[in-house]
């Protein structure tokens, strides 16, 4: 592959047949295009004190758009297996720009519940979805793409990871058996004692019951003994379960975002208030088991990101580097000339899956968009970070080596509400459609 000067496909750096030529031709149009406009992740690119200018799209495409969905509702039977065709997948998303309605920006009420995740209209289509016999898995991860509704995910993120079976008879004798054969495990594994254990797995035991009380140390809940003890259980049953890879570091901040959702089933309010003494042993052993069973399902696409050596993330960190190189050049010759590796702060981001680098209250609305890629996440993974870095484009391009590194440690994100996050995630989502196409453009 050619420098940066030179596209690929042929013709110099400005020819209008160079592929980086046209990307930023389409990057400019597509600017222009969103401002005011939806996108998905139903955020809309302009201030809020910029009047909004009406879609200029047909709504007879969105009449057309439905009655093909109920064509094909009726032509469906059984659901989709988690994996999907990645065309198809793309094409759903693609929908999204061309369903979407203008909204006005969020207030801060809305901020809070997320974006449009709780709009009448959008929460009518999931309940339509989840209501049929059997579900068809490619409309629940379009409409989950932009993000589920609080009290919705607990069902829907069990689907989309095929912890529940599509088929609505099926579903609760899976459950009731998947919950005890999680039980058996753990006492199998964990409620032995040392002297049968390994000298390894003892010490793995550990390194888990060192890391769980430095699991989302800034959220109050997260330090309550019992569910650090939950936590424990957890981590160590799959790490038991999955010796290729073992614990490592990172896996017990993945955890998280299925505690909160599934417990968010029996404790009501803000998770500030919940306390597990409203719990019985039952709840929370049916929560552990499907924490258990759900963190299994998402790194099944991922394990060898957390084998020896995660050649898995070093090889998405490099890609990242080619990514942002091509994006912004600017950012990426300053970041190479002050030295820095982007080994050195992107590692920790496609460890914890950015769970670290954001404000916990966004991650769930951030793990619905993980879960509705399915098999297609990493390959997403770079696209989110490259997006995520590049908010911060102009500033890194200020600063030294030195304070590169501090700033990128601690990302002024702290006041970050969901319209950041679906800044990132629309950007992300427009860089993806104009690269998946062309996957050579990003070779070395």
């Known amino acids: 592959m050619s420098g940066s000067g030179g596209g690929v496909g042929g013709g110099a750096g400005g020819s209008p047949n160079s592929t980086e030529w046209r990307f930023n031709q389409t990057l400019r149009n597509v600017q222009g295009m969103l401002k005011g406009r939806s996108f998905p992740g139903k955020v809309l690119l302009t201030r809020r004190s910029e009047p909004l200018s009406p879609p200029d799209y047909s709504p007879r495409f969105e009449s057309e758009h439905d009655e093909d969905e109920r064509k094909e509702s009726s032509q469906e039977g059984e659901g989709q297996a988690p994996g999907n065709s990645f065309d198809n997948a793309s094409a759903k998303k693609s929908n999204l720009l061309s369903t979407s309605s203008s909204n006005s920006l969020p207030d801060a009420q809305g901020l809070v519940s997320g974006a449009r995740a709780t709009d009448s209209a959008r929460i009518d289509k999931f309940a339509k979805e989840l209501s049929r016999p059997a579900v068809i898995l490619d409309k629940l991860r379009e409409l989950s793409w932009s993000g589920v509704p609080p009290y919705m995910r607990p069902n829907v993120w069990r689907l989309l990871l095929g912890y529940a079976p599509p088929n609505k008879d099926r579903r609760e004798g899976v459950l009731t058996r998947k919950r005890l054969e999680y039980v058996e495990c753990v006492s199998q594994y964990y409620d032995i004692p040392d002297s049968e254990r390994s000298d390894e797995e003892i010490t793995m035991l550990r390194q888990i019951a060192v890391d769980c009380p430095r699991t989302v140390p800034d959220v109050t809940f997260f330090q309550n003994p019992q569910i650090q003890k939950s936590l424990e259980r957890i981590l160590y049953t799959w790490a038991i379960r999955h010796p290729a890879s073992g614990y490592v570091q990172g896996i017990n901040d993945l955890v998280t975002p299925f505690l909160v959702v599934f417990l968010s089933e029996h404790l009501e309010g803000n998770m500030d208030s919940w306390s597990i003494d409203n719990l019985s042993a039952q709840d929370i052993s049916n929560i552990e088991a499907d924490c258990y069973w759900c963190l299994s399902k998402f790194l099944d696409g991922m394990q060898d990101h957390y084998t020896f050596a995660q050649p898995g993330i070093q090889r998405l960190v490099f890609r990242l580097k080619e990514l942002v190189r091509r994006i912004d050049e600017p950012v990426s010759k300053h970041i190479e000339e002050q030295g820095l590796e982007f ?100 070779a070395s």
């Open 343 to 442: 080994l050195q702060f992107a590692f920790r981001w496609f460890n914890c899956l950015l769970i670290r680098e954001i404000p916990f209250h966004l991650v769930t609305r951030l793990w619905d968009t993980y879960l509705a890629e399915g098999d297609y996440l990493p390959d997403f993974l770079v696209y989110i970070s490259a997006s995520f870095l590049l908010t911060w484009s102009d500033k890194l391009q200020k600063l030294d080596f030195q304070e590169m590194v501090m700033f990128l440690q601690h990302l002024p994100t702290r006041t970050w509400a969901h319209h950041e996050l679906e800044m990132v995630l629309s950007r992300a989502y427009m860089w993806h459609t104009m690269f998946k196409s062309s996957p050579s453009h990003l």
